[in-house]
């Protein structure tokens, strides 16, 4: 019989919990500090921001935490995702090596990242919020919420950096359709945006100052929230229904995972799939597993910041969080994984780094297209450029088997499409598409900037 291809789960198979891996860390995480008083802060200091239940979430240390039934009604419209055999791929690179991919790209918004906007909509509509504000880079985090708001009846503003707002209307157009409206960031609508382009009308913007307007909009009004798509531990953890679901998917397919490969922006694609087994790790029960964020070499964090305190937005708006992390007056180089350019990590990620849990690689953005194009030709989908980082470690990884006869069974995360990124395709298949290496003299800058903090 030929390989099977795709292993599908039921509805009926869908998680009832989020896997919480806080309550197998071997230590706590290092505490959010308050940057006024230096002191670890509290549920009240988060309060004007979030809805409760997530602050609680972020510092839980249950296991597992039941998902709600109007959240799994929504995840029924497009999951369980498929669990796909790359038997295509396996097949160009001549490698003994099985390849399988969780494919995230079947969400309406064309990501993993409503696996946790629909959450962060549902808590904010049961606590009696109206509205939630946030900010976008590329538009994928900003489709994703305005999708959610749109399902539970809640206004949603959008602060998108201006770069993306005027080369992806597309996705602008998008969120438009799901209800939300949108402005292009530095905006007249904040004191912040009026800021910036009082000293520079014709500001690009950046996520820093998106941040900055979207947290000043939610703070200043009292039927509004903020969200944030990445980062922040509950975030990572209503992402793990994909690694909870590739995990039976595995069993199905009769494999036990050796190499777990997912890209890494703030890191909420990398822990949802892969948290689920490294759990498995933390526990005893996967020894020898290894699992491999990629960066790109624009933005590398974990390879190449330094494990410390910072600011998660340029503006300095938000708590500090322990993480590794470029400075927060870094801004990475216009690569088009505008997903993955950020300049800090989330703590969790970082810990994990930290204690030699999981490994990290970055790679520069041609080799990254150039496996984004091997995949598309030998399995179908155009991976999002974000995603093709992964693609890449997946190739070279498979090489190396092909190299030494091991056949070893690797698994990644591909965390969404890329039909609103074909300029950058056009680019890459022109010949046009720069590479970024490791801006020291920048990042060095940056770090000077870092806050004191004795901790
Ligand atoms: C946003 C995004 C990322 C990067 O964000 P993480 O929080 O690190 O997952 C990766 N892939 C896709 C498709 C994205 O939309």
Not at 134 to 159: I, M, N, P, R
Not at 161 to 177: A, D, F, I, L
Not at 178 to 201: I, Q, Y
Not at 356 to 361: Q, T
């Amino acid at each position: 019989m030929a390989d099977q291809r795709k292993f599908l789960l039921d509805e009926k198979d869908l998680p009832t919990h989020w896997y919480n891996i806080q309550a197998d860390l071997p230590a706590p995480l290092p505490p959010i500090i308050h940057p006024g008083t230096g002191q670890p802060i509290g549920p009240q200091d988060l309060a004007p921001l979030f809805p409760m239940e997530l602050i609680k979430q972020e510092v839980s240390r249950e296991r597992w935490i039941e998902i709600p039934e109007p959240v799994r009604e929504v995840y029924r419209m497009w999951r369980p995702t498929p669990l796909v055999r790359a038997v295509g791929l396996e097949r160009v690179l001549k490698t003994p090596a099985r390849i399988y991919y969780k494919w995230e790209g079947v969400s309406p918004p064309g990501s993993h990242k409503p696996n946790t906007a629909v959450a962060q909509a549902y808590y904010n509509k049961q606590e009696g919020v109206r509205r939630l504000a946030t900010e976008t880079g590329a538009g994928q985090w900003g489709s994703a919420l305005a999708f959610a708001c749109g399902l539970f009846d809640l206004e949603c503003k959008v602060y998108m950096v201006r770069v993306s707002y005027e080369q992806k209307p597309y996705r602008r157009v998008m969120m438009e359709t799901w209800g939300a409206s949108v402005v292009p960031s530095p905006s007249r609508d904040t004191n912040a945006g009026r800021a910036v382009l009082a000293k520079d009308p014709e500001s690009p913007g950046s996520l820093g100052i998106a941040i900055s307007e979207a947290v000043e909009d939610a703070a200043t009004r009292d039927d509004t929230k903020y969200s944030l798509g990445s980062v922040l531990s509950h975030v990572l953890m209503h992402q793990t229904v994909i690694g909870l679901e590739a995990k039976k998917q595995l069993e199905l397919a009769g494999e036990r995972a050796d190499v777990l490969v997912g890209c890494i922006g703030g890191g909420s694609n990398f822990s949802g799939f892969a948290f689920p087994f490294v759990g498995d790790k933390l526990t005893g029960k996967a020894p020898g597993l290894r699992v491999i964020a990629v960066e790109p070499t624009a933005a590398p964090s974990l390879t190449r910041g330094l494990y410390v305190y910072d600011f998660g937005d340029t503006a300095q708006t938000t708590p500090l969080m322990k993480m590794y992390t470029l400075g927060h007056g870094f801004i990475p180089a216009p690569i088009h994984a505008g997903g993955l350019r950020y300049h800090g990590m989330a703590p969790l990620v970082c810990a994990l780094y930290d204690g030699k849990v999981i490994e990290a690689v970055a790679v520069p953005q041609n080799p990254t297209f150039e496996a984004a194009v091997t995949f598309a030709r030998a399995e179908g989908h155009l991976p999002a450029p974000e995603s093709a980082h992964a693609i890449r470690v997946v190739i070279d990884e498979a090489l190396r088997c092909r190299d030494s006869g091991e056949r070893k069974t690797i698994v990644f995360n591909l965390s969404g499409h890329g039909h609103f990124d074909l300029g950058a395709y056009e680019r890459y298949l022109a010949g046009r598409l720069e590479d970024y290496e490791y801006p020291a003299e920048k990042v060095r800058a940056a770090l000077e900037g870092l806050p004191k903090i004795a901790v």
